[in-house]
């Protein structure tokens, strides 16, 4: 029973250490130059997030739908979180794998330059 628990520990952190890893070297051909608002997150929300944080589904009291709104989640770390997996957040999107790395760091990338509404 102990060695079970130290195995599933392994893993855990594991995997933790792999996210990690992912952000702080991320891939060589992931293309972030030219991420805007309207072409790159937009459309990556509207596939990934939508379904539940659409003004209509608006799941957890959460829309993402509108720059407005979006704002108060870039603002308070939560989109950023949540996507990222961050400890403390909730991982997003619910009960599905965790966004390619790539797609993950175009919405970084967007959130550092300040979050532009381009
Ligand atoms: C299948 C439905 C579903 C999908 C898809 C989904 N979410 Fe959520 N989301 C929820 C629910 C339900 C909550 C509220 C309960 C919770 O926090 O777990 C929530 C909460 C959140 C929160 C608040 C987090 C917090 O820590 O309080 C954020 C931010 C969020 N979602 C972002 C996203 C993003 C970004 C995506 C797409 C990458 C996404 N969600 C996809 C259902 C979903």
Known sequence: ?????????????????????????????????????????????????????????????????GYDRLQTYVNNGELLGAIRHTPGFSPMPNNAPQLPGCEIEKIVVWVEAGAPNN
């Open 1 to 65: 029973m102990k060695y079970y628990l130290l195995a599933l520990l392994c893993i855990l952190f594991g995997g933790c250490y792999y996210d990690v890893e992912e952000e702080l070297y991320p891939s060589l051909d992931c293309a972030t130059e030219g991420v805007t608002y309207s072409a790159t997150v937009v459309p990556l929300l509207q596939d990934n997030c939508y379904a539940c944080h659409d003004a209509e589904a608006n799941f957890g009291g959460v829309t993402l739908e």
